[in-house]
């Protein structure tokens, strides 16, 4: 059996996986401990998992501002002290970075001791966290035909993004009932991430009527801070009454996916990665001030392995048009749910967790412990 640390904080896309990750060792007779960050998306995530343990780790996110610089940079260090306090006393065989500002910390506290370091980038461009700690690490996991040029290729594995057990697809109309929605009316799911999209949840309140007159129900999670609960039905051309909901969060992504006719999404890799785990058919409109342009990179290999359609923010006045059509072509939906599934192919987390268990044997084999008297 070996422990490892798992850094994973900051937003749903790095806590997601490392939640997938902790599970699929937990499986396999292993112990994992999530470094996570103060952040509130952090706390309430990882309070639907009493069997995993998550440790708030101090850090904040860079930023360009000489106040806010100064202010990470503080952060940073006060991290590192709390990593390299937590190494000596937990002895990890091995540290898994997912990215963000919370790798930085822990990898080089376990450089500093000598651990194998493994990093894991889910976008199609990676972030800045995976292409300057790259260098240190024993293992580079990256997405199918991605490269980073001082990352030597001997190192490097191409996975996808690990989904958590429980984002798995589910029957559509009987998810749509779960939620509150009437299981014999198209539905319509506005998805910003774990943060919400405002811009996003503005079209979905502009073109609430306009859905509701074509028979289509929305359901809308604007994110937590945008928006309180809000519920209620409205009528169709018909004469039918159709309904929606705005909510703040929602925890019950299998469900929410699984009962979608069609999502209309960001573009970040942990949202891509659940979308096709439940084979839901989307419309991308990617964030267009994403670190690097990242998400216009994701967006454009889902749409070239006919996952869906991109829709660029600039262009959301036409978007109503684009969601109404494709929501009500039945045949094209179908075409794209087999795509999804041809994408659903492979387990990242079996090779993530064979490469863990090889490194860990390797450093314990060169570093054995010494027996407590």
Not at 195 to 208: H, I, K, M
Not at 319 to 338: C, F, K, M, P, Y
Request: hydrophobic residues 45%; charged residues 20%; proline residues 6%.
């Amino acid at each position: 059996m070996s422990h490892y640390f798992i850094s994973c904080g900051g937003t749903g896309g790095h806590l997601a996986p490392g939640i997938a990750l902790a599970e699929g060792l937990l499986a396999r007779g292993h112990t994992a401990t999530l470094l996570i960050s103060q952040k509130k998306i952090d706390a309430r995530l990882s309070e639907k998992y009493p069997r995993l343990l998550f440790l708030r780790m101090p850090g904040s996110g860079f930023a360009w501002s000489p106040v806010q610089l100064a202010r990470c940079c503080l952060s940073q260090f006060q991290a590192f002290r709390f990593c390299c306090a937590l190494i000596r006393t937990e002895r990890p065989d091995a540290i898994v970075g997912f990215g963000g500002f919370t790798s930085a910390p822990v990898v080089f506290a376990g450089r500093l001791a000598r651990l194998p370091i493994v990093l894991h980038e889910s976008n199609r461009v990676p972030g800045r966290a995976i292409r300057t700690l790259g260098r240190f690490a024993a293992r580079v996991y990256l997405p199918e035909g991605i490269r980073i040029g001082r990352v030597p290729a001997a190192i490097t594995r191409h996975a996808g993004m690990p989904v958590r057990q429980e984002i798995a697809p589910l029957p559509a109309e009987a998810a749509r009932a779960a939620l509150g929605f009437n299981p014999s009316q198209k539905l319509l799911v506005v998805f910003g991430g774990s943060q919400g999209a405002s811009a996003l949840n503005d079209w979905a309140r502009a073109a609430r009527a306009d859905l509701a007159a074509e028979g289509i129900q929305l359901c809308c999670v604007t994110g937590p801070g945008k928006g309180e609960v809000e519920a209620g039905e409205s009528l169709s051309r018909n004469g039918a009454m159709v309904r929606f909901q705005f909510l703040p969060f929602s925890d019950r992504v299998a469900e929410l996916l699984s009962a979608a006719d069609l999502v209309v999404a960001r573009a970040g890799a942990g949202t891509i990665a659940e979308l096709i785990r439940c084979a839901a058919p989307a419309i991308l409109v990617p964030f267009p001030h994403a670190a690097d342009d990242h998400q216009r990179a994701n967006a454009a290999h889902f749409a070239h392995e006919a996952g869906g359609l991109v829709v660029e923010q600039a262009a959301l006045p036409n978007l109503l048009v684009t969601a109404v059509s494709l929501i009500s072509n039945d045949a094209r939906l179908q075409e794209i749910r087999g795509a999804l599934r041809r994408m659903s192919q492979g387990n990242p987390l079996e090779l993530m967790i064979g490469d863990l268990e090889q490194l860990a044997l390797a450093h314990s084999a060169s570093h054995p412990r010494p027996r407590l008297t």
